[in-house]
Every structure is written in C-alpha cells, then in structure tokens.
C-alpha cells in the first residue's frame, strides 16, 4: 500500500497537472509498521488503524470533505480517489467503524448545498474471502465473486433515456471495464456521442449504454475461478431467480 507516487511518475512525462493523491497515510510508521504485518498488528489486524490518535479513514473522509469544498466553492472540476482496506481483516469489526462518518460523507456529497455535486462510484475489487467460511461454503464463494458497485449519479446529469439505461443495467454483469469507460466518456465529455466500430475511437460501450443481455463471463473475460456461475460447486437455484433474471 505504501507507494512513493512522484517517484514513480516522475520524468516519465512532459506533460504534469495537479494531481491528489489520497495514500501518503499509508506510508506513515504508525500505520506501515516497516512493513511487519500481521493478523493482529498493520493495515490487515484486528488492531484499530490510527495516526497519531485520530483513525486513518477519518483523515481521509475529512481530506475528501475538504477536497470537493474547495473545487466545488471556486467551480473547479475535481475527481478524487479515495481507498479504504478497513476490509482487509478477519473480524469485520475495524470496517464497521467507518460507518457513521462515510454515512455523514455521502450525505454532504449528495447535499443540495453543492453547486457540482459528485458523480460517486462506491466499488470494491473483491467480495468477503477471509477464513474457511468464505473459501469453503457456497455463499462464501458467491460472496467472493460479487464485489459491491454502488452508483450515485446527481439527476441534473441525466437525461430520462440515460436515468433508464442506468436502471436497466442494474440487472446485468459489470465489469471493470465498464467502469473504466464510464470515467472515461464523463472526463472527455464522450457520454452523448454515438459507439462506432473504429478501432481508434476512444467512445466505447460504458454504464451509460445499454448492456448485452448475452453477457457472460467468457465473453466479458472473467477467468472461471472469479466467475460467479461457474461450475466449481456453485449453482443457481431458478425459483431464486426472477422471470427476467439470466
């Protein structure tokens, strides 16, 4: 987790913008620990992850708070990219503090008060795989497979048909891939134009555009372990599964 970022750019282009980067927490001692990790001690124990007394998703959320107030204040565009591993641990009870103030934070994102509110992507790479319970029951490895995606996406930046594309697509497989695109088409202002088949277009099929209800996990590249329908144990019962389900 720990990544010296500038050092890693640095040189690597002419060309550099104002960029924030949400991670110099994790190289501070009291959290990295040099490197001396365990189940109890580090960024995946049992042990309450703190900086100098304050927890370290509370510095985040407070820098993100921050963060969208200033851009927003001067109407400046803004992304930012936030990553919490509160996850990355057996009892589940360090993610469960972070709650409240994510809670108050999606609050204040989704406010009135906001002249750009922010377009949020909630996403995780992966579902719950910690202890036998996840590797070694059905629902644990379905768990595994489903990472959350949660979309928040302000109306005034939706028209009717895309609010309805939106809702459509809830019900069907997406990938990061997806993901990508959909930032993508926002940043470059690409949402509204039509997908061509040019292989140097940069407009491709995203979040916003309706997916294929053929989709499955050979077609969208998903190897046969992380596949939620594959045939290692895990089946599907029908009568769990509604009449437009796949």
Not at 59 to 70: A, M, P, R, W
Not at 212 to 220: A, P
Request: glycine share 6%; net charge negative.
């Amino acid at each position: 987790m720990c990544v010296d970022y500038i050092g890693d750019y640095w040189g690597r282009t002419s060309e550099y913008h104002v960029d924030h980067e949400s991670i110099i927490w994790s190289c501070h001692p009291e959290y990295d620990l040099n490197g001396q990790w365990s189940d109890v001690v580090g960024p995946y124990g049992v042990k309450r992850r703190c900086i100098d007394g304050k927890y370290v998703h509370t510095y985040q959320i407070d820098y993100v708070k921050d963060f969208v107030q200033k851009h927003d204040s001067n109407y400046l565009p803004y992304f930012s990219f936030i990553s919490f591993i509160e996850g990355h641990e057996l009892s589940m009870q360090i993610l469960g503090m972070v709650d409240n103030e994510l809670n108050l934070l999606i609050q204040y994102l989704t406010s009135s008060n906001l002249n750009q509110p922010p377009i949020i992507l909630i996403v995780a790479d992966h579902g719950l795989h910690y202890g036998p319970m996840w590797s070694d029951t059905t629902a644990g490895k379905m768990e595994a497979r489903l990472p959350v995606l949660i979309t928040i996406i302000p109306n005034q930046y939706l028209t009717e048909s895309s609010k309805q594309i939106l809702i459509q697509n809830r019900n069907f497989l997406v990938t990061p891939r997806d993901i990508y695109w959909t930032l993508y088409n926002i940043a470059t202002n690409l949402v509204s134009e039509p997908i061509t088949s040019t292989i140097n277009d940069l407009r491709r099929q995203s979040l916003f555009d309706p997916l294929s209800t053929e989709r499955d996990c050979v077609t969208e590249g998903i190897p046969q372990h992380m596949c939620a329908c594959s045939l290692d144990g895990i089946t599907i019962n029908p009568a769990l599964v509604g009449k437009n389900g796949k």
